[in-house]
């Protein structure tokens, strides 16, 4: 029997009104990479949050022990000293401090004179950073290094903490399939070294590989527990997360694909931030209805930045864009808006959702207009659509006055689409629409996409998880180096085909 | 599952506390009349009440338009000034213009109008910050006062327009006070029941998720500066006609009054959050604070320690009330 670093048991904590977890035990040993995997709102979170620190020992009933010391913990500072880091599924760096600062911010290394020691900063720096196999200029300011780099550096900024536990809470959905695969090779052989790993991720190919033992949860309570030794069975551990027999994930695809709706001409789009650089360089598709086109491409490939600049939420240079072949003037999301088009954005946070708003209001924001009454917005008007939405697209949440803040991901993509099913739309493009959500949810997302396509209506989708874009999409467009690489029809392409052209080899 | 509770006073007063967005300033204005009636019996008088009233009609004006102002994630100072602007352009289309007292009067409107719409264009046009933008009009529109004037009041003023502001309503009721609690009442049902009051909350709250659900930034902006401007003008002409005059130097500091009724309101400094309803009864309680320190005998210079410390506990009040909500809603995965 291996050596036990850390032990929890029975944790309880409560939220008003509901029970996240319900008495939650396990443990988690010398070197070894547990996962802990369930649907979104199963309580994970919330359990990471109590490991390390964010909720006080005040907010929960439990024990939680660490090298046969009960731990607790009244802040994060606490649980790191302790030896618990963490690593978040959003970014969380000072993008204007430099790769040394991040690393040792809150620690610095100091003088016999107490001020900073800037010359053992770099070098505690670089040591950490070889940890995560990165040999970069520690100088380098966190802004100008891609996603992957970053979350590479976070992890390097846990390591020089020296922790016994690395958690790790979706580290990957950021990050291409290829740099995937590059850190999980590096959490391997972090934990040969002799760390501890907590990792959490919904994508099921990665625990496989990664993890040697996985233990599910749903509704706040372990259910069941899997061993790599044993061999994984997939639709096993996905029953055990979703509670019921698991439906095809994906609906089969049927095509009405009729004439073509959208067509753009030699699309130019600069890049945000570098001034006198392209991300879009030419790029010219057409769009038919009924439709579903992939935008294929690895991070910075120019996608996000591409239908931004079609729906006018970014500027291009050069670009025209056709309406059933009528040229039409679009240069902010209002215009696009008015021409039947919506947009699923990428970062929920950022520009998905009003986080001062509640579940009805977010629903309403582009179609609010239509309930208006004499010149007042109709609240019964308003409370009938949105209730309409909110069960038809089963939405979990108390009700529709809750703040869309205390949702889960999942639900909180609902109600962003919700936004954009109950406006008029003809043409709807989704960027990452199942980035960081569960499976269950994901399948309905996917079955209300066929559901759309049937009326009609046309969807551009970017994704970077490649069975996604070979399963639902009807044609799939390969973007890299500002061009198109490549056009699959559909069952032309495999995951193999797509990497390469996305790759640009 | 929501549990079952003894329908307790207490329970019930948290839920309204946490819920009611106005809880705080409500709470906060009732301790205090019972506070200022006990140090001061004569301080409910209908004489009292009036001055309080009329005082506070003048400060609502300008509060109006800073709550949308702040509610949609800016910023104006430059209120005062434009405030003392429209008076005295009013006051000199009056007097050395000899126009009648309805131009003179649109005059100064069209003037702040106008400093509402400069605002409006640099904080919607260029990348300059709302309050570097409102500060640099605070100086040039202080400074047209002071060029305009030359540090000289424009004095006296028609009798005719002196006799605006000192109209009553039932023989007693300042014109002042019902005018203004309209303009509230306004602004209130226009925040709260039309497309565009949800789109000014929609921008205070996330501005780039507002543009991508088709609000039209640049208008909803427009319109919110250029009505602020328009309002501090009628303020200051309003003020013009009780003083019956219109000094260079009034205003002055006006912008900070009414920025600090807004957020002792329940006004979110960070957008997104406030009802008109609360900053009307923050600018009410402004006033009935500095009634009764007067009637009390405190200094004017200890009334500003006063200020300053009311501020700071308003501001604590509502973030404690916000954890509480965030503690109580907040399920994450």
């Given amino acids: ?505 | 599952m929501r549990m079952k509770t003894k329908s307790n006073g207490f329970h019930k007063f948290s839920d309204w506390f946490l819920h009611k967005p106005e809880s705080g300033i409500i709470l906060i204005l009732i301790l205090f009349v019972l506070f200022a009636t006990i140090v001061n019996p004569s301080f409910l008088s209908y004489r009292n009440v009036i001055n309080i009233f009329r005082a506070s009609g003048f400060t609502l004006i300008s509060v109006v338009g800073m709550s949308m102002i702040l509610i949609i994630g800016g910023l104006d100072l430059s209120i005062g000034s434009v405030y003392a602007l429209a008076a005295l352009i009013c006051g000199m289309a009056m007097t050395a213009s000899g126009l009648p007292i309805p131009v003179a009067i649109l005059a100064g409107l069209v003037i702040g109008l106008i400093c509402g719409a400069i605002n409006g264009l640099l904080v919607v046009y260029t990348d300059i910050p709302a309050m570097i933008a409102t500060l640099g009009m605070q100086y040039i529109a202080r400074g047209l006062v002071s060029a305009f004037s030359k540090g000289v009041p424009i004095y006296p003023l028609p009798d005719n327009f002196v006799e605006i502001e000192s109209m009553k309503l039932f023989g007693s009721v300042p014109i002042v006070v019902p005018f203004s609690i309209i303009l509230a009442i306004i602004a209130h049902v226009i925040l709260s029941k039309t497309v565009f009051g949800r789109s000014v909350y929609a921008i205070g709250g996330n501005q780039e998720a507002a543009r991508i659900s088709g609000i039209n930034l640049r208008q909803t902006k427009m319109t919110i500066y250029i009505l602020m401007g328009g309002l501090a003008s009628l303020a200051g002409i309003l003020m013009a006609s009780r003083l019956g005059s219109a000094e260079p130097s009034t205003g002055a500091g006006l912008e900070m009054k009414v920025i600090c009724a807004a957020v002792i309101g329940g006004i979110s400094v960070s957008g997104g959050m406030g009802t008109m309803l609360g900053a009307m009864l923050g600018a009410l309680f402004m006033e009935a604070l500095t009634n009764s320190l007067t009637v009390m005998k405190i200094s004017v210079y200890w009334q500003n320690v006063v200020f300053g410390i009311v501020l700071i506990l308003s501001v604590l009040l509502d973030q404690y009330k916000r954890t509480m909500i965030k503690r109580n809603s907040v399920k994450t995965s």
Avoid at chain 1, 60 to 79: H, P, R, W
Avoid at chain 1, 263 to 289: C, T, W
């Fill in chain 1, 1 to 505: 029997m291996k050596q036990t670093v850390l032990t929890v048991e029975n944790i309880i904590k409560r939220f008003p009104g509901t029970i996240a977890l319900k008495g939650v035990s396990f443990e988690l040993y010398a070197q070894e990479i547990l996962a802990l995997a369930g649907e979104n709102g199963a309580g994970k979170s919330t359990l990471m949050k109590i490991l390390s620190g964010i909720y006080s020992h005040k907010e929960y009933e439990g024990k939680i022990t660490l090298n046969g010391k009960e731990c607790q913990f009244s802040g994060t500072a606490m649980a790191e000293n302790a030896g618990i880091a963490m690593i978040y599924q959003e970014l969380n760096m000072e993008l204007d401090l430099s790769i040394a600062e991040n690393i040792v911010l809150g620690k610095y290394p100091r003088t016999k004179w107490g001020s900073i020691d800037w010359k053992q900063v770099h070098i505690e720096a670089e040591k950490a950073l070889s940890q995560v196999g990165l040999k970069l200029d520690t100088n380098t300011i966190v802004r100008n290094l891609n996603p992957s780099m970053q979350q590479l550096v976070s992890i390097a900024r846990a390591l020089y903490r020296k922790p016994q536990v690395l958690i790790l809470d979706e580290p990957t959905s950021v990050l291409t399939e290829g740099e995937a695969k590059k850190l999980m090779q590096i959490i391997c052989k972090l934990r040969d070294d002799g760390l501890s790993c907590i990792y959490i991720s919904h994508k099921l190919d990665e625990i496989f590989e990664l993890c040697d033992r996985t233990v599910v949860f749903r509704d706040g309570e372990k259910i069941s527990e899997h061993r790599k030794a044993d061999g994984y069975d997939s639709s096993k551990l996905i029953e055990d997360m979703i509670g019921r027999r698991l439906m095809a994930m994906y609906p089969s695809r049927v095509e009405h694909i009729g004439k073509e709706v959208l067509r753009i001409e030699h699309f130019q789009v600069p890049h945000p931030f570098a001034y006198g650089k392209n991300m879009i360089e030419d790029v010219s598709f057409s769009l038919r209805k009924g439709e579903i086109l992939g935008l294929a491409g690895l991070v910075g490939a120019g996608r996000s930045e591409l239908v931004s600049a079609i729906f006018g939420a970014m500027p291009r240079n050069t670009g025209r864009i056709f309406l059933e072949d009528k040229e039409i003037q679009i240069r902010e999301p209002y215009e696009a808006i008015r021409y039947g088009f919506g947009f699923l954005s990428e970062d929920r946070k950022k520009n998905g959702y009003i986080w001062s708003m509640n579940i009805r209001e977010n629903m309403t924001l582009v179609n609010l207009r239509s309930m208006v009454k004499k010149l007042f917005v109709d609240a019964k008007q308003e409370d009938i659509v949105a209730k309409e939405y909110f069960r038809r697209l089963e939405v979990k949440a108390p009700g529709l006055d809750t703040m869309i803040t205390s949702l889960s991901g999942g639900n909180q993509q609902k109600v962003i689409l919700a936004k954009w099913l109950m406006s008029n739309i003809r043409i709807l493009m989704l960027d990452e629409p199942t980035r960081g959500i569960d499976v269950g949810t994901k399948s309905e997302i996917y079955k209300l996409m066929q559901e759309l396509t049937d009326n009609g209506i046309s969807i551009i989708m970017i994704s970077s998880e490649m069975s996604e874009l070979l399963t639902m999409c009807d044609r799939i467009v390969v973007l890299g180096k500002g061009v198109i690489q490549k056009e699959f029809s559909r069952g032309e392409a495999d995951e193999v085909k797509l990497l390469q052209a996305a790759s640009c080899t």
